[in-house]
């Protein structure tokens, strides 16, 4: 029997360490996910978005976006034009970097009221032009000189799409004054679908924006929301135990024969875990944060719209364009949480399952 039980317990502390570990590496992959994606809703346009980048520009203070310029292939070297590398180099407005989540390991983002030529410039094109040089970093570009005022890190949804194998450069002027817009980064609302603020978007500007979707303050929700569903599942073990106590301790009241004194503490047992158990799904019932706009209007149980969602993923994720990309980085991104979650919920079970086991048989 001591054996036994010594096996429950070694049961419970195993199986609760592996669930940590899982739910750990879901709110590590949540995580990642916020550092490399902008909390935005993305507009793209292969042939430009029929803004110029000057334009949109005006808008930035009444709107919540930023705004890239169609992008090209240039020859990134140092002044002495010593080393040459292939890199995108796209102009923006001033805001760009906020919105897009860039993280800066030196310097920062240029400001509205630059002047001369500025750019920002990944960390590895850094180090392949300026490795061991201290101070002030130029490079020329296409021939034209530039300042760097800041040097960004990698690893951001933007810089693996399209331009992925190369160096992203963004500056702050281009040779075409009217160059088009290739991106716009809108501000997400929790409260709006990405259509929605398409729409307001192209009303602020009155100009009709036609070009690719991607939703990515939707891809910040639903990684929270899937973490979020784990600890509600995983708490649902103790809500579910209690309420199994109170129907025992209810049901021992009801069928006792003694004198009424002995019903009492039975009955108040019963009562009081039921109702810790109600408190306890209500608390529970907080971390379940889906947002209504992105479920069905007439009824949340509608199967053919889940499976019209999951459909729509599937054909994105096989097409031949650069929503393939990030289709494919968010379904990575998600399926590697909620593979981590649907595995830290059933080991938090069966480990709470052999703690009980081992306290009750310990008792005994």
């Known amino acids: 029997m001591k054996k036994k039980n010594i096996r429950f317990l070694i049961w419970g502390i195993a199986c609760l360490s592996l669930s940590a570990i899982f739910f750990f590496a879901a709110a590590f992959v949540t995580r990642n996910l916020k550092n490399h994606t902008p909390f935005a809703v993305e507009l793209y346009g292969a042939q430009g978005l029929g803004v110029p980048v000057g334009k949109t520009a005006n808008f930035t203070e009444w709107g919540s976006f930023a705004a890239a310029g169609m992008g090209e292939y240039v020859q990134a070297a140092d002044l002495a034009e010593t080393k040459s590398i292939p890199a995108y180099y796209q102009m923006t407005t001033p805001n760009y970097g906020e919105y897009a989540n860039l993280h800066f390991n030196e310097g920062k983002y240029f400001p509205e009221d630059a002047a001369g030529n500025l750019a920002v410039?990944?960390?590895?094109?850094?180090?392949?032009?300026?490795?061991?040089?201290?101070?002030?970093?130029?490079?020329?570009?296409n021939g034209k000189k530039f300042t760097v005022c800041g040097v960004y890190g990698e690893g951001g949804i933007f810089t693996r799409l399209g331009s992925a194998s190369i160096p992203v450069i963004y500056g702050n002027t281009s040779r075409d004054p009217d160059i088009l817009a290739e991106q716009l980064l809108i501000g997400a609302d929790a409260g709006k679908t990405a259509l929605q603020q398409q729409q307001e978007t192209a009303a602020l500007m009155q100009i009709p924006l036609e070009g690719e979707i991607n939703d990515l303050g939707r891809l910040h929700q639903l990684g929270d929301s899937i973490l979020l569903l784990g600890f509600f599942f995983a708490g649902l073990w103790f809500v579910l135990h209690l309420c199994i106590f109170s129907y025992r301790k209810l049901m021992s009241a009801y069928q006792c024969r003694g004198q009424a004194a002995e019903k009492i503490l039975p009955a108040i047992l019963g009562t009081g875990a039921f109702l810790l158990a109600a408190v306890g799904f209500a608390s529970l019932l907080q971390l379940v944060r889906i947002p209504a706009i992105y479920l069905p209007e007439d009824n949340i149980?509608?199967?053919?719209?889940?499976?019209?969602?999951?459909?729509?993923?599937?054909?994105?994720i096989n097409t031949v364009s650069r929503i393939r990309d990030f289709s494919r980085i968010c379904a990575v991104y998600l399926c590697a949480?909620?593979?981590?979650?649907?595995?830290?919920?059933?080991?938090?079970?069966?480990?709470c399952h052999g703690l009980r086991h081992w306290f009750l048989d310990k008792q005994l």
Not at 121 to 141: A, N, Q, T, W
């Open 121 to 141: 410039i990944p960390e590895s094109l850094s180090h392949e032009l300026f490795e061991g040089e201290d101070g002030k970093k130029m490079l020329r570009i």
């Open 301 to 316: 149980f509608d199967i053919s719209y889940y499976g019209q969602q999951i459909l729509n993923g599937i054909q994105q």
């Open 337 to 351: 949480e909620a593979g981590c979650t649907i595995a830290a919920v059933p080991l938090f079970w069966a480990g």
